[in-house]
């Protein structure tokens, strides 16, 4: 069982930067490959990037690549997401999401095929 909580959301200017933290609780958090989805009112929940459980290998929707990198400190059970350059289109409330996953390089992009759940934190960008 893995419990996560989403910080670090907010109100910025587009260009500006925001780091989204997510902490988790639970044992084995290093056994976890996370995520990070986003979801805008009235849309589908998106794949915006994920990390495997060693933090060797990141993947990253097209949309964001280039400008958020992901992160994680496993000492601290936790995942960061450096979103730099925001648009008003990455206005979103933001997820993070945890899986049992051993993999070196595989990502899953499809929220069902994420276990736990945060319970998200806004983003919100103003042009």
């Known amino acids: 069982q893995v419990q996560l909580v989403e910080s670090g959301g907010g109100l910025v200017q587009a260009g500006g930067s925001l780091r989204l933290s997510c902490a988790a609780s639970?044992?084995?958090?290093?056994?976890?490959?996370m995520g990070w989805f986003r979801q805008a009112p009235g849309k589908e929940r998106d794949f915006v990037a994920s990390?495997?459980?060693?933090?060797?290998?990141?993947y990253y929707a097209d949309s964001v690549k280039g400008r958020f990198t992901i992160s994680r400190d496993n000492a601290k059970n936790t995942v960061f997401l450096q979103m730099n350059s925001l648009k008003p289109e990455d206005t979103a409330v933001y997820y993070c999401?945890?899986?049992?996953?051993?993999?070196?390089?595989?990502?899953?992009?499809?929220?069902?095929?994420?276990?736990?759940w945060g319970q998200g934190t806004q983003v919100t960008v103003s042009s």
């Open positions: 639970g044992r084995s958090f290093s056994s976890y490959a």
């Open positions: 990390i495997t459980w060693s933090g060797g290998s990141t």
């Open positions: 999401a945890a899986r049992a996953d051993y993999s070196r390089n595989y990502h899953a992009t499809n929220r069902g095929q994420y276990n736990y």
